[in-house]
């Protein structure tokens, strides 16, 4: 009975050892160790509906072959290989998501391998679902026959650039690209060719595949624009340096506003054109009749035209006014300023006091200055004072202000603005400069014993303007400066005082 047993549970043991064998008789059916080797170093990237597997040499040189399953064995694909070079081999037609692919090496005699699993997530159109595209806003075709693109680019992490596509003029096709930060970009080959353009995306470092999105397409248009001027026209003093400003532009920043000035009578006007403003600026004096030019703006087929004039010199500027003095300044009320003959050599004031009359620039007349002078305490009291000599005058003289002397008297007589002036000594002047003074001088010297100006260095003349106690400032006429310099020093004193001229 006990034998028995024996032989039923020997019998049993070698039933089972029989059925495990049976996994593995692929690779014993010849014999024990018939396996070829196995993929080794397997790495696996990632596509749009594809991946790239690709893994090292062998050792074995038996290896032919291999075979790639996928989706639970239901997929496979099988290629030939060359077992002493590294393997590269793609799988197509991948839907989207994650997969897992195991890989069985195979001999010419028909022994394998053990399997080797790698897994990898493929990339398709629910991916490109959640990123957002990038656009052309506008494509614009200028004057020029250049397209002015307008862009915005996508948000995206995985966004690359955008891809654009045309047929140029020539007719040739054209693929360019526009990188994040690029918003906009110039086409001078493209002309009326539609533009189809679509974004670039890469998931990750390791991706063979660009992901594209659906392509769209725009064509360029010549946009219907308006020239926008703060002015027609414009009329410049007679001087040179005389400047005026004015904005101008189109009602579409991309494309450029062209300009030009006429042939004829320009070389006595300067224009620069910046950040949308035109700065017109009068390179010479003139003493004759009234110029013009004309400023011509163009976008696309529109134009505009601005109309320039330069001013001829006044006839009445430097000429005398009774026996009282010479005319040098027009107001904006109609009425004239004119500049005393009566002339005096004499301190600011006596002592160092401060009045509070206004800085150079504070007051465009001295009429407030000498207010406030006449209100100090010692105003009449021992203290001489610049604008004393000017009330002994009569009604309405002043000491004029540094604003007045520079910005209203110095231009007529010298026919510059102050900072146009030669710089160089009286004898270094222009001829034009010469011209103006000679009007004055003249005119001045028939009712005063001193010209406005006869010595090299140019004299000074006090303003009713003080720098501080101790200094008041002053303009000199011929070798040009403006300044301060002590109050209780002598300098020539004039007087100013408006009129009505019939």
């Not at 679509?198 to 308006?226: M, N, Q, W």
């Not at 950040?275 to 009068?282: D, S």
Request: with cysteine; glycine share 8%; aromatic share 12%.
């Amino acid at each position: 009975m006990k034998k028995a047993l024996i032989l039923v549970a020997m019998a049993l043991v070698l039933a089972a050892c029989y059925e495990m064998d049976d996994v593995y008789k692929e690779f014993i059916s010849d014999g024990p160790a018939k396996y070829v080797g196995k993929a080794e170093n397997v790495q696996v990237f990632p596509g749009f509906g594809r991946v790239k597997i690709v893994w090292s040499p062998f050792i074995d040189n038996r290896v032919s072959s291999a075979t790639i399953y996928w989706d639970n064995r239901t997929c496979s694909q099988e290629n030939a290989i060359d077992p002493s070079k590294p393997t590269e081999i793609y799988v197509d037609n991948l839907s989207e998501g994650p997969h897992i692919f195991e890989i069985i090496t195979h001999s010419a005699a028909g022994n394998n391998s053990v399997p080797v699993s790698v897994s990898c997530n493929v990339y398709g159109e629910s991916f490109m679902s959640i990123t957002d595209e990038s656009d052309i806003i506008s494509a614009v075709l200028d004057y020029k026959g250049e397209v002015q693109l307008r862009i915005r680019h996508s948000s995206s992490y995985y966004y690359k650039m955008l891809e654009m596509v045309y047929f140029g003029i020539d007719g040739s096709r054209k693929r360019v690209f526009a990188y994040p930060g690029e918003l906009g970009i110039v086409l001078d080959d493209c002309g009326t060719s539609d533009i189809s353009y679509r974004s670039v995306f890469l998931p990750d470092d390791v991706c063979i595949d660009s992901l594209y999105s659906h392509v769209k397409t725009i064509k360029p248009e010549g946009v219907a624009l308006e020239i926008e001027t703060e002015l027609d026209e414009t009329m410049m003093s007679f001087i040179k340096g005389d400047t005026v400003s004015f904005a101008a532009g189109t009602n579409f920043e991309e494309v450029g506003l062209e300009y030009s000035l006429d042939a004829s009578g320009c070389e006595w006007l300067s224009l620069e054109y910046i950040n949308g403003r035109f700065f017109l600026k009068t390179t010479a004096v003139n003493l004759g009749a009234r110029r013009s030019a004309t400023l011509t703006l163009t976008a696309n087929e529109l134009f505009k035209v601005v109309s320039i004039y330069q001013e001829a010199k006044d006839p009445r500027l430097g000429t005398l006014y009774g026996s009282e003095g010479v005319v040098f300044h027009q107001n904006s009320d109609s009425s004239y300023k004119i500049i005393s003959g009566a002339f005096e050599m004499l301190p600011w004031s006596v002592t160092a006091t401060l009045t509070g009359a206004s800085g150079p620039d504070g007051s465009t007349g001295g009429e407030s200055n000498i207010d406030i002078i006449k209100r100090m305490p010692d105003y009449g009291n021992g203290n001489t004072y610049a604008v004393s000599f000017c009330e002994a005058l009569g009604e309405g003289w002043y000491l004029p202000s540094l604003k007045e002397l520079r910005d209203e008297f110095f231009p007529g007589y010298n026919g510059t603005t102050f900072d146009e002036a030669t710089e160089a000594k009286y004898t270094a002047i222009t001829s034009e400069e010469q011209a103006c003074r000679d009007v004055y001088n003249a005119s001045i010297s028939s009712i005063s014993a001193q010209p406005f100006c006869d010595r090299t260095n140019g004299l000074y003349y006090w303003t009713c303007c003080e720098v501080d106690k101790n200094d008041a400032f002053y303009v000199r006429l011929g070798y040009k400066k403006t300044g301060g310099i002590s109050k209780t020093g002598s300098n020539i004193a004039r007087c100013v005082k408006k009129v009505n001229l019939e």
